[in-house]
């Protein structure tokens, strides 16, 4: 022992600390007389092992249908899979929840924004004298003030804090000013006398695709022609030869209007220069880091120099997870006036600043064969961009890549395009460029079960691409629960008695989705072998555990799931976990709440300093107690021989012993995704660790006379790999099918014959209320992800996906009438009615025939070939096969060889042959002009 | 809030002083004849979690009690209110003891983001004290004037129809879902039967 080494031979404690022989003559084991300091509360007793919460596969009863996990040897029951309360409700339920406008610091000024009347113009001059003069006015800002451009994505960086030469939509910035009162701000913006130059705007992006006088932006060597086309994508993989001569075939032209987050927090930012010269920029931030980056750039002061506090976020999906213009301008603002600025936004500039889902045009052709098999998918989107790139080169191919399962296809295609137009910005919007496409491709599949004659989920459910497969752009699958998930909706909705078999004006529909957890590569090349996601540990002698990490809680819960599997790993009520978030002083790199990746790569990264942690308190108590670690176990604040839970040290004694000589205990996980993936341009795009899987049916009354859908019950099924809280994953789920239903039934961004934006605000913008939510049954589906922390995957954007196409699909059952328009107003259904009951010789709507099908014999096929594949899947689920399948092994190919050396014609292309030009749609257009290097222009 | 009365350098109405009972305490603070009373609770008299939404009263964020009235603070200027009971989120809570409707918003997935919840836990509130047994359809009628974008409404009255029960007695107030002050230094089971170092 080394007690006398340090202290030199003096005792702190008095009394003997081991050895002690009790009154009924049994040794007592490594027990302090006195308790060690930071012990004391409640609980004093150690409860036995909840063996609900350990998996089988290590003694426990939780039972594993999906197979083992490497993380289960790790489960202590104490916390993952057991719903609870988020661990920062508390401050939302007593309002001491600071988001953006709390923020209210000494000395505050108020910073005001000018946004342009102008959809399109140039800026002559700027005069701030006037401005400048009104007494109470402390700081006036324009373009030239900040001439470095930035954007969310490196690669396109198209965005200024306030307008250098021309602004772009009605609401663009184009000045700003800090005051000593909001009045004076207000008053301040009307001092302003700009000089400008309106230029003709673009509206439509179809006229995007032509040649302009004035493109919106100017990308050098790699512009379309004189364009407004941002990112043309194509790609194409397969066997065409499989699609001739096809059993069935659906076409749709599709329209989905832009809608946009509706979180009910507006933005707000709070920037303050600290007595030391540091920038505290106060953020309802989805994404710090990449703010932090941004506001170096604009700025043009060292990353070091800035600390990003991101503050409660009253809602994100996508609409907060930009750099924004307006943290640059509160603080240059800041800088200038030499006093804190916040800028809090009107309900309106949260629409003009939008980043919302892309308008789009989406063509879906699909094809089946003989054994009704999908023998192709053909895609065509043409998104319109608005006036800057935000998130779109990423959209332009979501559009199309994750189409690409969860079925097994014949053949693959899709021209994608994003064009500018003087319009507020589209970005990303939970589920991104994903829930557009998906809601055609459903839709589709709904059309050609039709021509089959056959079931739609019998349909897929033969279809499937199984557990642990490639898809046909190489996409790793990994875990998927996309069958489990259509069996139970189809039970718990009571498919089989409902479907084509209800009377006119009620009808049930299916959906799926299929999405991301988390993009696998970043956005940010450079450096590019850093971790996704870092967390870092700290205990000191008090036992409490403090997490750091940049997760950034939107109020999905990352810093409940952060604290879960830490909780979980050290066997420490979650209580005893402190995570703190919110500054990137503090935390270390966490790339953003985007793609559905938080979950995923912080609690993974988490889980591993907890090990490292773990490891430190299992080798004190080895030294403590006598017993190596692997024969000892982590249990409600105790560690103990697993023969004996007697046998043991308390976590404290265990923490104080590895504390020695060392003092606080510090660890650090990182998790980065591992290399996947193809080599073809855009491979990178829709690569993810592990994807979710979503199953949706949806019931619906449609009232003939008048168009109006009401949604009655939702069962949705989501394959979250594994619920580390439940009661947030059903939260999830219930709220993504609120947004998707909002799109389907009511929301959209009216743009008016002029361009003017028409409904920026909640009157006319219109989300659900309560009353038009359905009753939502929400279902777990656990599929254990290897690569997942625990088996998690992600349940923060898959769920929003299949609503759209269950209610359509719905909507087709209840009046046999086919919409391909989103959303479907009233008076957009009383359209489709109208021209179906003129197509019947004018017969009443409430005559109108409900639709009914009669199985053909392709039935009998898909539920025999269903079977089997049920069989195979759970092999493979359970890694009790763990053969090669890559998409193609339904057609019959080999996957163990490349499908180009089996299948001659097999396609692998980035970029259409002349000869295809004419056969492609609206987005391939953007491809009829060369870009300007290929032009002999811009070098 | 900024600790100092600004004297606006430009031409405004004049502020003059307010008073009310807010969340049980008289309360003064300055703020001009055309003030809403969002803007007094926030700005002068530091109640911020009273939440601005929208702007235009159709979000139902700003939502506080008026004489135990459910009244939309964004829409009612502050002199309407003047020697009034204004219970605001902050008045919910005896200290550190939660009502049953806050409590409850947590444990039941009521609260996601939690932008929106001080308004529903005023409306939820006027509800359960006017409605002691709600139905579910009462219960939505009660808050469809509050807009949520997280939680799709349903944990929400499944919270509030929790609540209900506690407050009739219905119910046991809920345990906190683990102890909130663990002891780090247990104590094991019996004593144990054999000496350290020894494998079975």
């Known amino acids: ?939 | 809030m900024v600790g100092e009365a600004h004297v606006s350098m430009i031409p405004t109405t004049p502020k003059k002083v307010w008073s009310a009972n807010v969340n049980g305490h008289a309360v003064q603070a300055l703020a001009p004849s055309n003030a809403i009373l969002l803007d007094v609770l926030r700005d002068e008299v530091g109640m911020l979690g009273v939440k601005r939404g929208c702007d235009l009263g159709t979000c139902g964020c700003c939502t506080v009690l008026v004489n135990g009235e459910p009244r939309l603070s964004c829409l009612c200027l502050a002199g309407q209110v003047e020697g009034d009971d204004i219970t605001t989120v902050e008045g919910l809570a005896e200290g550190a003891h939660l009502a049953p409707i806050q409590t409850c918003f947590a444990t039941h997935g009521g609260s996601q983001c939690g932008f929106c919840t001080p308004g529903f836990l005023m409306a939820a509130e006027a509800l359960l004290d006017s409605n002691p047994k709600p139905s579910r359809e009462e219960i939505s009628c009660a808050i469809d004037g509050n807009l949520c974008r997280c939680t799709g409404y349903q944990q929400i009255i499944d919270s509030i129809e929790a609540a209900a029960e506690i407050k009739r007695g219905d119910a046991p107030a809920p345990a906190p879902a683990s102890d909130p002050h663990p002891n780090p230094h247990p104590e094991g089971p019996e004593e144990p039967s054999m000496p350290p170092g020894h494998a079975r």
């Open chain 1, 1 to 939: 022992m080394r007690d006398d080494f340090m202290s030199g031979g003096y005792k702190q404690q008095p009394g003997a600390a081991r050895g002690t022989t009790r009154k009924d003559g049994k040794r007592v084991a490594g027990k302090q007389k006195f308790p060690p300091p930071g012990s004391g509360g409640s609980n004093p007793n150690m409860a036995p092992r909840d063996l609900d919460w350990i998996p089988e596969s290590v003694g426990g009863k939780e039972p594993q249908p999906a197979g083992s996990h490497i993380h289960d040897r790790y489960r202590t029951g104490t916390s993952v899979g057991k719903p609870r309360a988020l661990v920062d409700s508390h401050a939302k339920v007593t309002g001491q929840a600071w988001y953006g406008d709390d923020v209210r610091l000494q000395n505050e000024i108020i910073g005001k924004i000018l946004r342009s009347p102008h959809h399109y113009a140039k800026i002559k001059s700027i005069d701030t004298s006037k401005v400048e003069a009104l007494p109470g006015v402390l700081a006036v800002a324009t373009g030239q003030d900040a001439p470095n451009t930035f954007g969310v994505l490196p690669v396109t960086k198209d965005e200024h804090a306030m307008a250098v030469e021309k602004v772009r939509h009605v609401g663009d910035l184009v000045a700003c000013v800090a005051a000593v009162d909001e009045a004076t701000a207000m008053e301040a913006l009307n001092l302003f006398e700009i000089e400008w130059e309106v230029l003709e705007p673009v509206f439509d992006p179809k006229k995007g695709l032509e040649d302009q006088d004035e493109p919106i932006h100017w990308r050098g060597k790699y512009h379309v022609g004189k364009t407004n086309v941002q990112k043309r994508v194509f790609q194409e993989f397969g066997d065409r030869s499989l699609v001739e001569e096809p059993s069935a075939s659906s076409h749709g032209k599709w329209r989905m209007e832009g809608v946009h987050h509706g979180f009910t927090e507006p933005h707000a930012v709070v920037a303050h220069w600290d007595p030391n010269g540091r920038l505290q920029l106060y953020t309802p931030q989805q994404v710090p880091h990449y703010a932090h980056r941004a506001l170096s750039t604009v700025l043009e002061v060292p990353m070091h120099q800035i600390n990003v506090i991101r503050t409660f976020v009253g809602g994100g999906f996508g609409g907060k997870s930009d750099p924004f213009p307006h943290e640059m301008c509160a603080a240059i603002l800041a800088r200038k006036a030499g006093r804190p600025v916040r800028i809090n936004f009107s309900r309106e500039e949260v629409y003009w600043i939008n980043r919302g889902r892309h308008p789009s045009h989406i063509e879906v052709k699909m094809t089946a064969d003989e054994d009704a098999r999908i023998s192709g998918f053909d895609i065509d989107a043409l998104i319109d961009g608005g006036g800057f790139a935000s998130f779109g080169h990423v959209t332009s191919y979501y559009n199309g890549v994750l189409a690409t399962a969860p079925y097994e296809l014949g053949s693959f295609h899709y021209t994608g395009a994003r064009v500018w137009t003087n319009k507020p910005a589209s970005g990303a919007m939970r589920g991104h460029g994903a829930v557009n496409t998906r809601c055609a491709v459903e839709v589709g599949l709904d059309e050609m079960s039709e021509q089959l004659e056959v079931d739609p989920i019998d349909l897929r459910l033969a279809n499937l691409l199984p557990p642990h497969s490639r898809t046909i752009s190489g996409f790793r699958i990994t875990s998927n629960g996309m069958r489990e998930a259509l069996e139970r909706v189809r039970e718990g909705s009571n498919w089989d008695q409902k479907f084509r078999q209800m009377p006119l004006g009620k009808g049930i529909g299916i959906g799926c989705g299929f999405f991301i957890s988390g993009s696998g590569l970043p956005i940010h090349w450079d450096p590019n072998r850093f971790p996704h996601a870092t967390v870092h540990m700290q205990i000191d002698m008090d036992g409490g555990v403090t997490v750091h990490t940049g997760a950034a809680d939107i109020g999905q819960g990352s810093t409940t799931a952060v604290a879960q599997v830490v909780s979980e790993v050290l066997a420490l009520p979650i209580e005893m976990i402190h995570v703190r978030s919110h500054e990137s002083d503090t935390s270390p790199v966490d790339l953003g709440s985007y793609s559905s990746r938080v979950t995923f790569m912080n609690a993974n990264a988490a889980i591993r300093a907890a090990l490292d942690i773990r490891e430190k308190l299992l080798n004190a108590a080895w030294e403590m107690i006598g017993y190596h670690p692997d024969v000892l176990v982590l249990n409600d604040r105790r560690i103990y021989y697993k023969h004996d839970p007697a046998v043991g040290v308390s976590y404290l004694e265990a923490l104080h012993k590895a504390q020695e000589d060392k003092g606080s205990l510090i660890a650090s996980g990182a998790y980065r995704s591992p290399p996947m993936g193809g080599v073809h341009k855009g491979a990178a795009a829709g690569l993810a660790p592990a994807y979710s899987f979503s199953a949706y049916v949806a019931e619906v009354d449609v009232d003939v006379e008048t168009g109006l859908i009401s949604c009655t019950d939702v069962w949705a099924a989501h394959d979250c790999g594994k619920a580390l809280n439940p009661l947030a994953v059903e939260g999830q789920i219930i709220g993504s099918c609120h947004m998707g239903l909002g799109q389907v039934l009511s929301e959209k961004m009216v743009y008016g014959r002029t361009g003017h934006l028409q409904n920026p605000n909640l009157l006319e913008y219109k989300i659900p209320s309560v009353h038009e939510m359905p009753n939502v049954t929400p279902i777990i589906v656990e599929s254990s992800d290897p690569e997942g922390p625990f088996g998690a995957k992600e349940a923060g954007e898959g769920p929003l996906l299949p609503i759209l196409p269950a209610v359509v699909n719905a909507v087709y059952d209840a009046i046999g009438v086919r919409i391909r328009e989103l959303p479907l107003t009233p008076d957009v259904v009383w359209k489709a009615i109208s021209a179906k009951t003129k197509s019947m010789d004018g017969i009443d709507p409430t005559d109108l025939p409900a639709p009914r099908l009669n199985h053909g014999p392709l039935q009998a096929t898909l539920v025999e070939r269903g079977n089997e594949h049920r069989e195979r899947d759970k092999k493979r689920q359970r890694s009790e096969d763990t053969s090669a399948y890559v998409n193609g092994v339904l057609f019959g190919f080999d996957p163990e060889r490349p499908m180009e050396d089996q299948v001659e014609g097999w396609k692998t292309a980035v970029e259409p042959v002349p000869e295809q030009l004419a056969e492609l749609g609206l987005a391939g257009k953007a491809w009829l002009k060369k870009e300007q290097r290929h032009m002999g222009g811009e070098q």
